[in-house]
């Protein structure tokens, strides 16, 4: 594989394996993945370390609803989501292998990393309850990730702008699906609504999380709180749901999912996400 330039290697045309990658080892073949000139390819590497995370994690929390949505079509759009969600975690943690200098895999920052590596906010590892719970997790999680990856589309690293570009059309459909849901729910019995209600007081201890902008991040996290409450409120007056008023879940003397502290729930995650990795060192199939 060999392009001209980033974003013509990361196209709709030239990604038929986007998630899997089974034609190719390396995600990023044919893309010149060097350090621009003035860019610190440590803190690329691990700001691309953490999108990567965050990604990786929560599509694996969405896999686990295969066979569990309410309709078939939900099945397919559920697992949708989370294969578009693995596509941007190959890319990323690609790019953070490559941007530090240490040429690791994506596979070996996957599945080769312990507990306190791993750089996500804890929100994305959130698992459990029901379809509400879920529902609120996804539109929060995809409508700040969209806000995220709008402003990382000018990044002064090509790589990581042509996955945004890239990323930011997948995320609009994922915050597009779940905020449907959320009116759907919403404005429905009474039954639905309170359903709703819980996902968002569940998920809501954790948003703070997402707009606390950590040293090594190449965006003000702060600067995307309004889009992300202007996006919330709409879809909440339409839905008919309450604003929870729940405080923030602290972290550990300060440090969060981005210092690598996360929930009880993140260990049993990767035990699962990689069993098989570390059952069978080194194996391809």
């Known amino acids: 594989m060999s392009f001209d330039n ?28 060097s350090v621009p000139s003035g860019v610190d390819g440590a803190r690329l590497a691990a700001y691309c370390l953490m999108l990567g ?15 569990r949505a309410p309709e078939l079509e939900d099945e397919v ?28 895999s994506e596979d070996t ?19 459990g309850g029901h379809f509400g719970h879920l529902i609120a997790r996804l539109f929060v999680f995809a409508t700040w990730r969209l806000a995220l990856f709008r402003q ?10 042509a996955i945004a570009v890239k990323s930011v059309k997948e995320l609009t459909y994922h915050r597009d699906y779940a905020a449907q849901w959320l009116v759907r ?31 090594d991040e190449l965006v003000d996290a702060e600067t995307l709180r309004p889009e992300f409450d202007a996006v919330l409120d709409q879809a909440l007056a339409v839905a008919t749901v309450d604003r929870p008023e729940l405080a923030a879940v602290a972290g550990v003397s300060g440090r969060t999912g981005r210092d690598g502290v996360h929930t009880e729930q993140m260990g049993f995650l990767l035990a699962e996400l990689q069993s098989v990795a570390r059952a069978m060192p080194g194996a391809k199939w």
């Open 152 to 161: 990382l589309e000018s990044s002064a690293d090509p790589v990581l702008s």
């Open 185 to 215: 729910l919403g404005d429905g019995t009474s039954v639905s609504r309170e359903r709703m209600a819980e996902g968002l007081a569940a998920v809501w201890p954790y948003v703070d999380e997402l707009f606390a902008t950590h040293p």
């Open 77 to 104: 759009a559920i697992a949708n989501i989370g294969l578009d969600l693995l596509g941007q975690a190959r890319l990323l943690l690609a790019r953070a292998g490559k941007a530090d200098g240490t040429g690791r």
């Open 6 to 33: 980033v974003y013509e290697a990361i196209t709709e045309d030239n990604d038929s394996r986007w998630a899997f990658g089974s034609g190719f080892e390396d995600p990023l073949s044919g893309v010149d993945t």
């Open 53 to 67: 995370d965050d990604a990786l994690v929560f599509s694996h929390r969405l896999q686990e609803w295969i066979t």
């Open 109 to 127: 920052l996957a599945f080769l990393r312990s507990e306190h590596e791993f750089r996500n906010v804890r929100l994305a590892e959130l698992g």
